[in-house]
């Protein structure tokens, strides 16, 4: 018994300093962000604000306009998931159930693009997208993140465990295909689509180099291409860079402290071999 | 009944590429076409006269890529980047199996706080927490380097020093990502049946010995799959250097291939020159995928 209860001791031990290694940054962005300017580089260090202040907040918002890359930001990463949970919710579907001929080699082909690396097709979007005048707009950004590979890979392993049988039933009522697929696999798809949704829009929230081409006005800018261009100018600013960490953050924490569960379920799903 | 069964499956085959049809255009379109024109552009001079007039750009063969390999830039920024992913790579994953164990350890109380606090950082955007490290990692003023004095060990100027620059950004990628490994992890060990513990218990193997024999067996698809994944996403690497250490960091010692490429294309918009560095990029992604799947796949069998 004796030995159980060190081991236990231990095993928390280290648990707890992984947790503080992991969340001190983030606690301390979040400390750094509410104290007066100066303090977070103050000798000796300060852990906690001497008075919480929100002038650096303020300033964000007011002078230095972060309220629009917020506005710019929620806006494209809620576009590009709706419209990305519908083409990849459809084709996915069709991977998995509807008989084709050529769909086990298709689908190979389509994993293999997981293995070319995003920039490869950068320059050449660029280009693609200066001809169709998308440079410098959000459908610029939204463009290349609508199907992906990944969110065809998940709605897929998901809808494999739809029995066929359902949808020979509703066959023989006379249903059509598309009806079927919206009154029959969608519902049965709902949680694979939040678990979508989700990633989509964290990774689109997240994304930094491609806003970073496509967008030069910095009205237009996300929140990350506007804190990295705020961090040249203010670097030395600590508590305010603090502040706009915050900002651009914890949207995002928010978001996957309520739906962790979709998320978790997803990063394993994602991981299975197809 | 077999009329309508070919029928039937016209119908369904009709339905499907139906359904598959946006989703296969729009990669189409925007990832395999762009993709493929990369090789185009490489052997161009596609340069900011050709980005207003692309009759502007002419065929050069393989001269961007032979200037490339004759660049010291170059070979820096590649040596750089493979250094980030091998140094990440084992990192990240060792920090994630460590976690994962520790969250899945039977008498573990809290899995649910531990596993939500190992996962944050994965969620939180990349350039935000590059501002923050920025800030930890000040030479003077940095949480870092105040642990490290109460630890007795020596200040260092992480961002400025050619020798630790590297390193800390690696630091900050593997802390950012080893939560997303561990979930996979634990998946994993979750998946590897009690029994084959109980047996080797019966025959007498210690804790150490079943983790050896059982646990990292058993594991071998998970390595193989998050060895793959980290791998080709630190290959990737371009916002740490880009947020943290600016102009390629000191000596550019930070110069990573994708930061050269964007530099490349559109800083000087010499598109020909960064297309060609896109396409070395790729073929060490494929290069190292293949050859950790090789080694993968030898261990496994």
Redesign the interface.
Known sequence: MRRVRWSSVLLHAALLVLAAAALGPLLWMVSASLMPAGEASALPPRLLPSAPTLAHYRDLFGRLRLGRALLNSTLLATATSVLAVVLNALAGYAFAKLRFRGRARLFRLLLALLVVPAQVAMLPLFLLLKQLGLVNTLAGVVAPGLASVFGIFLVRQYALSIPDDLLDAARLDGAGEWRIFVSVVLPLLRPILVTLALFTFLATWNDFMWPLIVLSDDARYTLPVALANLSGEHVLDTELMMAGAVVTVAPVLALFLALQRYYLQGVMLGSVKG | MSGRDTF??R???R??????A???L??L???????L??F??SFTDFDLYA?GD?GNARWVGLRNYADLLREPLFWRALRNTLLFAFLGGPLTVALAL??AL??N?P????RR?????????V???????A??????Y?P??G?IG?LLAALGLPRVDWLGDPRFALPALVLLAA?KNF??TM??FV?GLQGIPEELYEAARIDGARALQRFRHVTLPLLG??FS??GVVTL?GY??V??EP??MT?EGGPLKSTLTA?LL??ER??RWWS?GP??AI??L??VV??AV?LLQLRLQGGEGA
């Open positions: 039937g499956s119908r369904e085959a339905a499907a590429w139906a359904f598959l946006p989703a296969l729009t990669l379109v925007f990832f395999l076409l762009p993709v024109l990369a185009v552009l980005v692309p460590g976690a520790l969250v350890a008498l573990t109380r809290g706080f531990f596993r939500t606090a190992f996962f944050a950082p969620v939180a955007t990349l350039v935000a927490m501002v923050v490290w920025h800030a930890l000040h003077r003023f949480p105040h802390w939560g997303y979930v996979v998946a698809p998970t799959f998050v080709i290959l990737q371009f916002a880009y947020v600016p994708s490429m964007y294309g559109f598109l960064a297309a896109a396409v990029l790729f992604v494929l995928t």
